[in-house]
């Protein structure tokens, strides 16, 4: 499955309860990102793979989409059902969907 072959939804879609998988690197986690979402950069999903959090579907974010769809596309071809939030973190902030961060300064998407 080809990255652009992934199912695709945007940030305003993604349900409130979505189990999400943030796959940005450190700096860009700590600044901001949804409440909940479990942080496995890209580089480590395949040697953590154990750690990616059941769902049914696990929604794959970055911070455009470009190695959301990547994930995702290799989640897909490894047995789970996983979906590229298009847009990214990016589109999530300007969705007006919840942020945190973790230096307790007001978050952001970088």
């Known amino acids: 499955m080809m990255p652009q072959q992934v199912p695709t939804v945007s940030a305003a879609e993604v349900p409130e309860d979505a189990v999400l998988l943030d796959v940005r690197e450190d700096g860009e986690w700590v600044a901001g990102h949804a409440e909940g979402a479990t942080h496995i ?6 040697a953590r793979l154990d750690e990616v959090p059941d769902g049914d579907p696990v929604y794959v974010v970055c911070r455009s ?9 290799w ?12 847009g990214g973190m990016g ?5 007006g969907r919840p942020l945190v ?10």
């Open 101 to 110: 961060s973790e230096t307790g300064r007001p978050p952001f998407v970088r």
């Open 65 to 73: 989409g470009g190695r959301s769809a990547r994930v995702a596309a």
């Open 75 to 86: 989640l897909n071809l490894n047995g789970y059902d996983a979906v590229n939030v298009g």
């Open 41 to 46: 950069p890209m580089g480590d999903v395949p």
């Open 91 to 95: 589109e999530w902030e300007a969705a």
